[in-house]
Each structure stands twice: as structure tokens, then as C-alpha cells.
């Protein structure tokens, strides 16, 4: 079976077909490189630690790239970082710090938190406030301009022009002509032209205090939307496969990035579109009046694992509304202890020198975990499979009808499967986040990219472990004296 897609642009399963096979022609040989990917995830805006709803969609982008991967893909992914905007300004003007500064921890935080999920470093994390990205969001602005589709209104700001982008409103199914006054519409905050236009650039005012680019327009700042647009096309070019987010990206954010992109390009921007549902805790909607807002470190604080708490997240279908409880931190803790003693008996009985052959029948189901994360990553469905195989393979355990050659094969069934899952229990005393600089590290090496590998390196030594290459591969040991 295919690879399918819910794709939110056709509000449709479709099924999934890289650019790279759709421009290759029948004749191609086989044993070609592998088909590349591109998929761009929109990142955090770091004016504050990120919660567990913001995590629950990078986890979902996750388990995305590592089964594309696992089926054989090869995939560039980029994942921004909002470091300019109304909120990282406003907590810089109030502690009174410059907006880097100001941004600094968030981005660090960031960065740890997503290694103790365990969720792959993106091969790219372009920050919004890097000059060559603000070249190119003035570059597409400007573009924009000449092409009539942005205009600068009297507050000196530069705004879209929606009602000249025939498909606006496509990807939100969002009917325009609902809130489309004629005319000119008179804001109290804007001096646009019509209610739903959106800023591109936005004019210096003094709440900016230093925060300011020049531009052709004047002094000022990207608006949000341009900013991905920018960083997705410099990095990707003007065409990506796969462009991921939460459900409350969808409107404006996407909507808006595909009215900039291909308002400059005149291409298709954005082959699938794929967004995760909210997160709730306890059945509501997370707000810190309600009480129930976590950051990570929040619901570490409690006993739980980056592992365990990455198979909380990630066992629900991305579709679906995912309800965060104590409840389902047990479950997910339970889950993985079964996984653990199972593992551990398949070890046990695989280094056992029996001549015993087996003499159940009881076989990996190969190939079904992945058919059915195909199925529009329907982990339900995967982790249903390795379920079944675990109560399976325990049963020919307990009935001593298993031999080590089939715990064997049993072992490589899980380790391919942990490719995706990623929640293998760590050899004791490595801490999680750790041990994922430390694959980040040898997926470098392999890609021979020495700067990242020995930028890992540095990261690693700076939190105190040591990264040796050896001819059995990278060694991690704690250093000494720390
Ligand atoms: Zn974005």
C-alpha cells in the first residue's frame, strides 16, 4: 500500500508522491539515490518556555521524518525560530534587556527540551532575526509590491492585499466574501485597505524601542507571516513537499504564507499540508488560569521520563485531540515497562547456546508496523502490531518454545521499529537528552558533516560527557572532574 496523507489543503487522504518521482521519468534505473524530501515545521517564538502542546506537534513531525525515513527517504528538514515579534518585544521592553538577550534562554531551553524528547535535530533552525533572512523577506516584500498584491498604507506599514490573491481563504476553507466589507475600511489599529489584509512589514513605532531593520519602506520589522515564507524558500527553494504545524497555524499563518510565497513565485508553494490537533489536559483547553499549563520540566518534575513522556504524546493519531492526564502518564509509563521486560527476555533467551530448535511458529509480523503507520501515521494501528507481537513472543517465551535464532529476529523486528518510536530504554546513568546529541552526533558523521559533528561535540563537553570515535563507533563517557 501507498503512503497516504491527510492532506488539509484538499481536506482529503492522498496519496503521497515526492516531487522527485513526480519529475522522474519511468525509465529511471533502479538502485537511484533515495527520493529527498523537504519539509519545513514551523518552530517556537521564544518569548517564553515552550508547553506540552507546542511539543506534542514537534513530536508528531518527529515520528513523520523518522518513518519517512525508515521507508527509505531522504529528509531536509527545517524548523524556524521566531525571534522577532509583538511577544518576544514586549517581554524584552519589560526586563528591560535587548530582544537577543531577551530570546537567548528561550532558544536554549528550546533546544534542551527537545532532546529529552528525543525529537531530531532539524537539519536547519534559521532564526527570523538573521540578516540574510531579513534581505530576503524585503526581497519578497518588494516583489510583492510590484506585482500589486502589497501596498504601504499611511501608518507606513506594508500590507498584503488579499483581494488580489484569487485562491486566499483555500487552505482554512475560509469564504472571504463572510467578512469582506468594499472599500476602504477605516481601523483603529491599521490603516489598511480591507479588514483582512495583513502586515509584511510593520513601521517602527517607539514600543519597538531599538528593534529595527532599514528598508525600502523605512525603518521597522518583518511581520510573522513573511518570515516563513522567507526562511522556507531561501533554504528549500520555491517549492517544498511536506509543511507541517498545529491546526492553529492553519489561519492566518499558512493561509498567509502561501498568499506570499506564491505571490512571488507563481508556483505551487506547498505540496501536502499536515496539521496536528490541540492538546487538552484534563478535557480543557491548557491555560495558566485554569492551572493546567506544563513546560517540560514541569512534568519531569513529577518523576517522568523524556522517553515516557515522548510515548505520551506521540500514542494518540496526530488528528485527533489528545487529552493529557496523570492517568495517561501511567499508561504511557506502564507501556514502556512492558517493552523493557520484554526486550530483556528476547536478549536473555537470544544469547542462550541451545541446540533447541523452536517449535512454535510464532514469527515478528514484519513489515505491518510500518503498513500501518503509512496509513497517515496511524500509530494506533503500528502500536497495536507491536503489541500483538509482544504478547505473542511473551507466550512462546513462557511455553519455552522459542529458540535464540528467533529471539534474535524478534530483536531486529524491535530495533526497526525503535527507529521510528525512538523510546528504547538508555544504557543507566546516560540522561536522555544526552544520549540524542550524542545520535544527532553520529547521524553527522555519517552525512560527513564535520562542522555540525564537532559543534555536537562541543555541546556534549560543555554539559559535562565526552564523545570518543572509536572503531566500534562513538564512545560516550562522562568526563572526568565534572
Ligand atoms: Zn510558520
Request: charge should be negative.
Amino acid at each position: 500500500m501507498p503512503i497516504r496523507f491527510f492532506n488539509t489543503y484538499s481536506r482529503q487522504l492522498e496519496e503521497f508522491e515526492t516531487r522527485d518521482t513526480a519529475s522522474r521519468s519511468p525509465r529511471d534505473e533502479p538502485g537511484r539515490p533515495a527520493d529527498k524530501i523537504d519539509i519545513y515545521t514551523c518552530g517556537p517564538t521564544v518569548y517564553s518556555r515552550a508547553h506540552i502542546g507546542n511539543f506534542r506537534a514537534y513530536v508528531f513531525e518527529d515520528l513523520l521524518q523518522r518513518h519517512l525515513e525508515l521507508r527509505g527517504y531522504r529528509v531536509h528538514r527545517v524548523m524556524n525560530i521566531t525571534d522577532v515579534d509583538d511577544k518576544t518585544i514586549r517581554g524584552a521592553r519589560e526586563a528591560k534587556i535587548p530582544l537577543s538577550k531577551f530570546t537567548e534562554p528561550f532558544k536554549h531551553a528550546f533546544f534542551e527540551d527537545i532532546d529529552t524528547l528525543r525529537i531530531k535535530r532539524a537539519d536547519d533552525f534559521p532564526s527570523a532575526t538573521d540578516q540574510r533572512y531579513i534581505d530576503k523577506m524585503i526581497e519578497m516584500i518588494a516583489a510583492l509590491i510590484s506585482r500589486g498584491l502589497a501596498y504601504q498604507a499611511d501608518d507606513q506599514s506594508v500590507y498584503y492585499r488579499i483581494s488580489k490573491f484569487p485562491n486566499y481563504g483555500k487552505l482554512a476553507h475560509f469564504d472571504l466574501t463572510q467578512l469582506q466589507p468594499t472599500g476602504r475600511v477605516k481601523n483603529d489599529e491599521y490603516d489598511k485597505e480591507h479588514i483582512g489584509d495583513f502586515a509584511l512589514w510593520k513601521a517602527w513605532d517607539e514600543e519597538d524601542g531599538d528593534v529595527k531593520w532599514d528598508s525600502p519602506w523605512g525603518p521597522g520589522r518583518p511581520g510573522w507571516h513573511i518570515e516563513c515564507s522567507a526562511m522556507a524558500t531561501a533554504i528549500l527553494g520555491d517549492q517544498i513537499d511536506i509543511h507541517c504545524g498545529g491546526v492553529d497555524n492553519i489561519f492566518p499563518h499558512h493561509e498567509a504564507e502561501i498568499a506570499q510565497t506564491e505571490g512571488v513565485t507563481g508556483k505551487r508553494f506547498v505540496c501536502y499540508w499536515l496539521h496536528c490537533a490541540h492538546l487538552l489536559v484534563d478535557g480543557q483547553k491548557m491555560s495558566k488560569s485554569l492551572g493546567n499549563f506544563y513546560t517540560l520540566p514541569d512534568v519531569l518534575e513529577r518523576g517522568y521520563s523524556g522517553r515516557e513522556i515522548r510515548y505520551a504524546l506521540m500514542r494518540v493519531h496526530y488528528r485527533a485531540p489528545l487529552n493529557f492526564t496523570w492517568e495517561g502518564m501511567e499508561e504511557a509509563r506502564q507501556a514502556l515497562g512492558r517493552i523493557d521486560e520484554w526486550i530483556m527476555r528476547l536478549e536473555e533467551k537470544s544469547q542462550e547456546e541451545n541446540a533447541q530448535r523452536s517449535t512454535s511458529n510464532v514469527e515478528p509480523p514484519m513489515q505491518r508496523f510500518e503498513a500501518a503507520l503509512d496509513d497517515d501515521l496511524n500509530i494506533s494501528g503500528a502500536l497495536g502490531v507491536l503489541f500483538d507481537g509482544i504478547r505473542d513472543s511473551n507466550r512462546a517465551l513462557d511455553e519455552q518454545t522459542m529458540d535464540s535464532a528467533a529471539a534474535h529476529r524478534w530483536l531486529q523486528w524491535w530495533s526497526r521499529i525503535d527507529r521510528v518510536l525512538a523510546v528504547t530504554e538508555t544504557r543507566a546513568g546516560i540522561p536522555d537528552e544526552i544520549v540524542a546529541l550524542a545520535e544527532a552526533r553520529a547521524q553527522a558523521r555519517l552525512a560527513k558533516d564535520w562542522r555540525k559533528s564537532d559543534e555536537l561535540r562541543d555541546e556534549l563537553m560543555a554539559r559535562g560527557w565526552e564523545a570518543r570515535d572509536t572503531k566500534d563507533g562513538q564512545k560516550i563517557t562522562k568526563r572526568s572532574g565534572s
